[in-house]
């Protein structure tokens, strides 16, 4: 049993749209379910801060477009929440979106550097990682981000389990 402290923080998503959003939760429960580990809902973090008090308004306040983010390659990483993912490319809509929600949150500022969607958080070999990631082909290479989500979570988020501390704050559908 781990003896680490845990902090509250507040994740900002934008999450997917319909149909690329079925896609992506279909991997994420096949993959769940042969690995052992939870699901979750396919999302993309826009920042993250620690005010829970404030996050409905933050998301009440934010007024943009669906965003439609290119699809680059699927790829793994040694980093826990970047187990299997999918990377896309950064656009001025979604750099846009990321000044707005961290002024709204009170987040500092930072860009975002990375910007994909988890399919799996597990700990596992370096080499069963990329067999995993060289099995999935994608039927698109675009994917259209239509609402934003506030989720209150135990961090740092180093263990499946922890998904299971995952709380929907506010929910926004972008117009």
């Known amino acids: 049993m781990s003896t680490e402290r845990k902090k509250i923080a507040v994740g900002f998503w934008l999450t997917l749209a319909r149909p690329e959003r079925d896609l992506f939760v279909e991997m994420i429960r096949i993959l769940a ?23 409905r308004e933050a998301v009440r306040k934010i007024s943009v477009s669906p965003i439609r983010l290119r699809i680059k390659e699927v790829s793994v990483s040694n980093k826990f929440t970047k187990t299997l993912f999918v990377r896309f490319e950064r656009s001025a809509a979604l750099d846009d979106l990321n000044t707005k929600m961290r002024r709204a949150a009170g987040v500092p500022k930072e860009v975002l550097r990375d910007p ?32 934003i989500r506030a989720i209150r979570s135990e961090m740092p988020m180093n263990r499946p389990t922890d998904v299971n501390s995952w709380r929907i704050i506010a929910t926004k559908k972008l117009r």
Do not use: Q, W
Not at 41 to 52: A, D, F, K
């Open 116 to 147: 994909h969607v988890s399919l799996l958080y597990k700990r596992m070999p370096m080499s069963s990682k990329k067999e995993l990631a060289a099995t999935i082909r994608l039927p698109f290479k675009d994917v259209l981000f239509d609402s």
């Open 33 to 55: 379910a042969e690995l052992g580990v939870p699901r979750f809902e396919p999302h993309l973090t826009i920042c993250v801060g620690s005010n829970t008090r404030t996050a």
